[in-house]
C-alpha cells in the first residue's frame, strides 16, 4: 500500500484511513489504490468493525485530480469505480468523516460509503458543472437518493456547495460532529457497527419526485446563463435518468453523458480557466516568504461611480474605510448612492439588516483629506484627468502616513507619472484598476508601476482577495490589459456601423459567440460623451481615426450619449435598459458610407465576428510580449472577468488556440492591409506563434512563473 497516500491506523476497532496528498487531496493515481487496499486490510483484520475515511490537512477529498482530464491515467491503476465498489463490497461499515471540503468525486467518494458525518465549516458540492461535465462517479445517481431530486438537481446544475447544517438537513451527512472530529466520527463508526446494520447504501434508496415538470422549470431557468453550453443541460439529463432508470443504469448514462462533456472544447475551456485563476496569483519576484503590510483602515478619494462602490468593497471586507469628497454636496450624493445600494441588497434578501448596519457603519464620509492621515491604504476615484489626478496625490502625499500604499483607480493615465511626483513614496505608488459596478466585479487589474516595492505589491494582491476579488497584474500602458484590448474591439464595432452593419445585427452575432451584451449595447451603457471628449481634447485625430468615431460624434453632437439620454445608437424606454433599434441610425449609416465613400454593406457573420474578435487577440499578443501581461491566460481572465467574455470560449487567447492562430495572423494581415486601422498592426508575438503551429498556452508554459 502507498503509505504516503493514504494512510492506515487503528483506532480501537475502526480502521482509520487518512488520504494525504497535498494540497487538497485529490484523487490522483496511487489514491484510489490506497484506499481500496486500506479496506482489502481492514475487511482482513478481525479486530476491526468499520472503517473511517478522513483526509489530512484543510479538507476531506477535492474530488478527481483535475490535471488527469488531460493526461492518460497510468495503465492498471485503480480509479473512482474500484474505491465504490470497494465500500459497497465491505461487509464492515464504511463512514466518511467530512471536514473542509468534500467536493466532486470528493462527495462522490463519500456518498458510496454507508454513513457521512461532518464537522462544522464544512462545504460539500458537485462543481463538476464549472469545469464543463456533469458529475462522472455516481453524484447525479447517489444525491437525489440522499437529498432529494429537487435539492440534487439545484446543487448540479448550479454547482454550488451546501453547508454542514444544510448537509445534514437535506440528508446527505448523517451527523454534524462539533468537536473532537476523528474521534467523534470514530465512536460514530463503532456505535453503527455494534448496531449490526442493515448499512444501507445510497444506491438502494428509492428516489422519489414530487414534480417532474422540475427538469423543464429548469432549463427554462438557465436558458440566458447556459447560452451555448452543454454541460448544464447535460446535469439536467443524468438527474433525469436517475428518476428514470434503474440505478445500474442510471450509472451508465451518467457515464456516457460525463465520457461526451469531459473531450469537449467547453470542458477544455473551463478547465484552462480554472488552472489560469490558480496561476494569477504566481508573480514573479513575490512568493511566499514575501512579507505582507497589515491593511486596518482606508482611505477613498472621489464618491463617484467607482469611489462609492470601492468603499463598499472595504466595508464588506470589515475594514473601516473613510471616504473623502471635494465638497459636501458631491458627499452627500455619493453617500446617498451607497446606502441604496445596501438597501437594494437588503431587500432582495442578498444582506441581513444587521450586516448592513455594520458595512454602513464602517463608511465615514469627509470632506477633509486630513481624515486620511491614519489610513493605511488610500486609493484614488477622482475625474480622468492627469491634473486633476496629480493635484489630488499631492494633497494625499501632504496628508498620508509615510508608509501607506497609495493608489489610482485611472482606467488609462500613466500611474509611473503619478508616481514620479512623489520621490519619497515611489515603492508604495500602484494601480487598481477596478471595474463597474465596483462593488460587484470580480476583476481588479493591479497595476504594476516602475518602483514599486514586492512587499507592497503582494500586499494589494492579498487586499484585493480579502475582497472577494481576482487581481490580475498589469503593467503601466494606455488602458492597461482590459482597456487596451477594448478600443480595438470596440474601434471595428463603429467602423462597422458606419459600414451599413446595423447595431443590433453586431450584437446578435457577439450576442451569440456567447458575450454578455454585444459591443454597441455596452457602450451605450458606458457612455459615448466619454470618448467624444476625450476625442475633443485630442484635436479629433488622423483622418483614418475619425473614420469609426463619426457616428458616435454625430450621435453626441445631438445628445446622444447611450442609456443615461434614453437613446445613443439605441433607444431606450423610460426606466428601461432594454436597447431597441432606431430608425434614424439607418440615416446616420447611409450619411456615414456616403461621407466616407464606401460601398454598400457587405460582411457575413462570420465576418462581424472576426472583425470584432481577432483585434482582441492582436492586441493581446502584442500587451503579452510587452510584459504588460505576465500570461495569455491573465488575459483571458481579465475578458471573462471584466468584460462580458464567456468563460466556457476560456477567453480570447484560448479561444484563438481553437480557431488556429496562423488562420488568425493571416486575416489580421489581411485587414491590415485592406482597412489600416492601429488594432491590426501584427503582432510579432502573433506571427511567431502562428509560424511554429504554436499557441498561447505553449507560450505561456514556456514562460512559467515560479
Ligand atoms: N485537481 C488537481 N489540482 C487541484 C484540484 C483538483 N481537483 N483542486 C485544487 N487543485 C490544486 C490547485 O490547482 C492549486 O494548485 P497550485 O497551488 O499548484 O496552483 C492547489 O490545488 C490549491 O488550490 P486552490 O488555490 O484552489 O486552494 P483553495 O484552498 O483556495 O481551495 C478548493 C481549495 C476549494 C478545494 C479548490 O481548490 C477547488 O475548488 N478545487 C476544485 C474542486 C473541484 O472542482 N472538484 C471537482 C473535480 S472534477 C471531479 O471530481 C470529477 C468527478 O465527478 C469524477
Ligand atoms: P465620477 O465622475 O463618477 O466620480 C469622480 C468623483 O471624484 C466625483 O464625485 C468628484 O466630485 C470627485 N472629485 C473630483 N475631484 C476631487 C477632489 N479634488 N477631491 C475629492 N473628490 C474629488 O467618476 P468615476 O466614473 O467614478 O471615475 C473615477 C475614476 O475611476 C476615473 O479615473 C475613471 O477613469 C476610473 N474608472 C471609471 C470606471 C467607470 O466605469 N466609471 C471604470 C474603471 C475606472
Not at 145 to 152: D, F, M, S
Not at 286 to 308: C, F, H, N, Q, Y
Not at 613 to 637: C, F, M
Not at 642 to 664: E, S, T
Request: aromatic share 6%.
Amino acid at each position: 500500500m502507498n503509505m504516503s497516500l493514504v494512510e492506515y491506523e487503528r483506532r480501537g476497532s475502526v480502521a482509520v484511513l487518512t488520504v494525504n496528498n497535498p494540497p487538497v487531496n485529490a484523487m490522483s493515481p496511487g489514491v484510489p489504490r490506497g484506499i481500496c487496499e486500506g479496506i482489502a486490510r481492514a475487511s482482513r483484520d478481525r479486530e476491526v468493525d468499520a472503517v473511517v475515511l478522513v483526509g489530512a490537512g484543510r479538507g476531506f477529498i477535492a474530488g478527481a485530480d483535475i490535471r488527469y482530464f488531460s493526461l492518460p491515467w497510468p495503465e492498471g491503476e485503480e480509479n473512482f469505480s474500484d474505491v465504490i465498489r470497494a465500500f459497497e463490497d465491505s461487509s464492515k461499515p464504511v463512514v466518511a468523516a467530512i471536514h473542509g471540503h468534500a467536493l466532486g468525486g470528493g462527495l462522490e467518494v463519500a456518498m458510496a460509503c454507508h454513513y457521512r458525518v461532518v464537522s462544522p465549516g464544512t462545504r460539500v458540492g458537485q462543481p463538476e458543472v464549472k469545469l464543463g461535465f456533469p458529475p462522472g462517479a455516481g453524484g447525479t445517481q447517489r444525491l437525489p437518493r440522499l437529498a432529494g431530486v429537487a435539492a440534487a438537481l439545484d446543487m448540479i446544475v448550479t454547482g454550488s456547495p451546501v453547508t454542514a447544517p444544510q448537509a445534514v438537513e437535506l440528508g446527505i451527512a448523517d451527523s454534524l460532529i462539533e468537536d473532537d472530529f476523528v474521534e467523534g466520527a470514530c465512536r460514530f463508526a463503532e456505535q453503527r457497527a455494534r448496531s449490526g446494520g442493515p448499512h444501507r447504501l445510497a444506491r438502494d434508496l428509492p428516489v422519489n419526485l414530487d414534480d417532474p415538470a422540475i427538469f423543464d422549470a429548469m432549463r427554462g431557468k438557465i436558458a440566458r446563463r447556459a447560452r451555448g453550453m452543454r454541460a448544464p443541460y447535460a446535469c439536467i439529463e443524468c438527474v433525469e435518468a436517475a428518476v428514470n432508470l434503474d440505478f445500474d443504469a442510471g450509472i451508465a448514462e451518467e457515464r456516457r453523458i460525463f465520457e461526451a462533456c469531459v473531450h469537449s472544447d467547453e470542458s477544455k475551456a473551463l478547465r484552462h480557466v480554472f488552472f489560469a485563476e490558480r496561476a494569477a496569483g504566481k508573480i514573479p519576484g513575490i512568493d511566499k516568504s514575501t512579507p505582507l503590510r497589515e491593511i486596518a483602515s482606508a482611505g477613498v478619494v472621489g464618491a463617484g461611480t467607482m469611489g462609492g462602490g470601492i468603499a463598499m468593497n472595504f466595508a464588506n471586507a470589515g475594514i473601516p474605510v473613510t471616504i473623502v469628497e471635494r465638497n459636501s454636496e458631491a458627499l452627500e450624493r455619493g453617500m446617498a448612492v451607497i446606502s441604496r445600494n445596501y438597501g437594494a441588497s437588503v431587500s432582495r434578501g442578498r444582506m441581513s439588516e444587521e450586516a448592513h448596519d455594520r458595512a454602513m457603519a464602517l463608511i465615514t464620509p469627509s470632506i477633509a483629506m486630513e481624515d486620511l492621515a491614519d489610513a493605511d491604504v488610500i486609493i484614488e476615484a477622482v475625474f480622468e484627468e492627469m491634473a486633476v489626478k496629480k493635484a489630488v496625490f499631492a494633497e494625499i502625499d501632504r496628508v498620508a502616513r509615510p508608509d501607506a500604499i497609495l493608489t489610482s483607480n485611472t482606467s488609462y493615465l500613466n500611474i509611473d507619472d503619478i508616481a514620479a511626483a512623489m520621490p519619497d513614496r515611489h515603492g508604495r505608488v500602484l494601480g487598481t484598476h477596478f471595474f463597474s459596478p465596483a462593488n460587484v466585479m470580480r476583476l481588479l487589474e493591479v497595476v504594476r508601476t516602475a518602483n514599486v516595492s514586492a512587499e507592497n505589491l503582494a500586499t494589494v494582491m492579498a487586499l484585493a482577495r480579502r475582497m472577494g476579488k481576482l487581481p490580475i497584474v498589469a503593467g503601466v500602458c494606455h488602458g492597461f490589459i482590459g482597456n487596451r484590448m477594448l478600443e480595438g474591439y470596440f474601434g471595428e464595432a463603429s467602423l462597422m456601423v458606419e459600414e451599413g452593419i446595423a447595431p443590433e445585427r453586431i450584437d446578435r452575432v457577439m450576442f451569440e459567440f456567447g458575450m454578455a451584451m454585444g459591443p454597441l449595447a455596452v457602450m451605450d451603457l458606458a457612455g459615448l460623451d466619454i470618448g467624444w471628449s476625450k476625442r475633443k481634447d485630442a484635436g479629433g485625430g488622423t483622418a483614418i481615426e475619425r473614420r469609426g468615431s463619426w457616428i458616435a460624434n454625430r450621435l453626441c453632437e445631438q445628445g446622444r450619449f447611450g442609456q443615461k439620454t434614453g437613446r445613443g445608437y439605441y433607444i431606450y424606454e423610460k426606466g428601461s435598459r432594454t436597447p431597441t433599434p432606431d430608425a434614424e441610425i439607418d440615416d446616420l449609416m447611409e450619411a456615414a458610407r456616403h461621407h466616407f465613400g464606401l460601398g454598400p454593406p457587405d460582411l457575413s457573420d462570420a465576418q462581424i465576428l472576426e472583425r470584432c474578435l481577432y483585434p482582441l487577440v492582436n492586441i493581446g499578443a502584442t500587451i503579452l510580449a510587452e510584459g504588460h501581461a505576465l500570461r495569455a491566460s491573465d488575459i483571458d481572465l481579465v475578458y471573462i472577468n471584466g468584460y462580458g467574455f464567456p468563460a466556457w470560449r476560456g477567453g480570447p487567447m484560448h479561444w484563438a488556440g481553437n480557431v488556429g492562430l496562423d488562420r488568425i495572423h493571416e486575416a489580421v494581415c489581411r485587414y491590415h492591409r485592406e482597412l489600416g486601422f492601429p488594432q491590426w498592426a501584427p503582432s510579432s508575438l502573433l506571427k511567431e506563434l502562428a509560424s511554429s503551429s504554436r499557441t498561447f498556452e505553449d507560450h505561456d508554459r514556456d514562460h512559467r512563473h515560479a
